[in-house]
């Protein structure tokens, strides 16, 4: 039985965020066939008591967990776990899910600093060096894995002996969008959304954003829309669902989230019909506000990081159910046009926020056919479904033989040293 390790690059705890929920899940789908661990710097006890294939530690916990794994899966931003899977020469498999390099531009664009500019340096050396060691990529959707093949292509790893073996390249990158879960903690009674806020009634509409407020998204128009359909009925309230535990109001990356709550407050909305969850919601429980909500939004720029994104949050919003609102030009909009789960409006548009806000709540013979068809289109997102490439690499890998001499080994070596060096240099190899 072939041993996995893979690497989640956030703390494994009761409120995870959407990293951490991937490699869970994927974990659990690879459980059925392998031997798996998952590494996190570190997990809470009570992650760690309800799961035994958690493991946190040190650099040399894992070390100690890589030399008795075939296989390493992890995205490309822990270089130094990356390097010494190569130095021991595993099977390295790179998550590509989240286009990194393209949010660093959204997220550093108005920041001029030094130490900004060495953070995007940083973080490309790192993904061109993820690259180049991969053995197999997955990433999100069609789009992405065209971007990737742009990417691979142009650091020279799609050789012609790699395209004689398959002309669409299947063999060194696939699909492994964001899933959904097949269970679901529900509590019939309990209502998160009444409980955490007095002033919201039950019989009021909940429309629910259910992830981070990153710099990329469009929040600031939908808190004007609101205000637009306050002066016309109180009935309507916009919940956005949590605020990272480490947020600062100084930190670059929470600048538009900062910006969003200052935004309702200047207007008059904040505690009206526009309520901020003060802490990171536990994600096991984030079900609960989910299913006491009438819509989920996601809205968002016209821009790069909107035209390679897979927006996680949207799962969510599948798994639970929820018709959702959303701007043009990504993924979900394109699903939308197939399978009408949603409006999709154009992007940085106010008006058209609000009326799609205030026409999916009163047409309910529309809202009732557009969660109907979520229902059919759930089943292609479960885990099970989204992790099919990822196996299938896995069951026709060949290279899992790491008996090599004792020269092939010094010189094993001493090219991972020369790829390192070389990358950090921004030169090509």
């Given amino acids: 039985m072939k041993k996995i390790l893979l690497i989640s690059n956030l703390p494994v705890t009761d409120k995870n965020t959407g990293p951490a929920i991937r490699y869970m899940n994927i974990t659990k789908i690879l459980l059925e066939k392998y031997e798996c661990l998952l590494f996190a710097s570190k997990c809470s006890n009570s992650q760690k008591k309800k799961y035994s294939f958690l493991v946190d530690g040190n650099i040399f916990t894992y070390i100690k967990k890589l030399k008795n794994s075939e296989i390493v899966i992890n995205q490309p931003s822990r270089f130094k776990y990356l390097f010494l899977a190569r130095l021991f020469r595993k099977k390295i498999i ?23 500019r060495m953070k995007r340096m940083y973080a490309k050396r790192r993904l061109i060096y993820a690259l180049k060691i991969g053995d197999y990529f997955v990433c999100a959707n069609e789009m992405q894995r065209d971007y990737w093949i742009g990417y691979l292509q142009a650091i020279g790893r799609i050789t012609m002996d790699e395209y004689k073996k398959d002309n669409n390249i299947k063999h060194i990158i696939g699909y492994l969008p964001f899933g959904i879960e097949t269970n679901m903690n529900k509590s019939e009674k309990n209502n998160p959304i009444i409980e955490s806020f007095p002033s ?22 939908l808190i004007y829309a609101m205000k637009n359909i306050y002066s016309k009925r109180k009935d309507i309230k916009l919940l956005f669902l949590g605020l990272p535990a480490n947020y600062s109001q100084e930190d670059p990356k929470y600048k538009n989230l900062t910006e969003t709550i200052e935004l309702a407050k200047k207007i008059d909305i904040y505690g009206k019909n526009v309520f901020f969850n003060d802490k990171w919601v536990d994600y096991e429980k984030r079900n609960e506000f989910l299913l006491n909500s009438y819509i989920g939004i996601s809205l968002h720029y016209d821009n790069l990081e909107t035209r390679y994104s897979f927006r996680t949050r949207i799962l969510d919003y599948l798994w639970c159910d929820l018709p959702f609102i959303a701007s043009e030009n990504d993924y979900f909009d394109k699903l939308n046009k197939q399978y009408n789960v949603a409006i999709t409006i154009s992007c940085n548009d106010i008006i058209a926020i609000e009326e799609a806000i205030v026409n999916l709540i009163d047409n309910k013979e529309e809202y009732e056919l557009k969660k109907k068809n979520i229902g059919i289109i759930k089943e292609k997102f479960l885990w099970k479904n989204t992790c099919k490439d990822l196996i299938e690499n896995i069951e026709k890998d060949s290279r899992l033989d790491n008996k090599i001499g004792i020269i092939g080994s010094i010189t094993y070596v001493l090219k991972s040293f020369y790829q390192i060096g070389i990358t950090i240099l921004g030169k090509d190899f």
């Avoid at 949010?103 to 900004?116: D, G, P, T, W």
């Avoid at 909940?206 to 990153?214: E, P, R, T």
């Fill in 94 to 116: 790179i998550d590509l899910y989240d286009p990194t390099d393209i949010e660093n531009l959204e997220m550093y664009k108005h920041v001029n600093s030094i130490k900004a």
């Fill in 200 to 221: 919201i009634q039950a019989e009021d509409k909940i429309v629910i954003w259910a992830g981070g407020v990153w710099n990329w998204f469009d929040s600031k128009n």
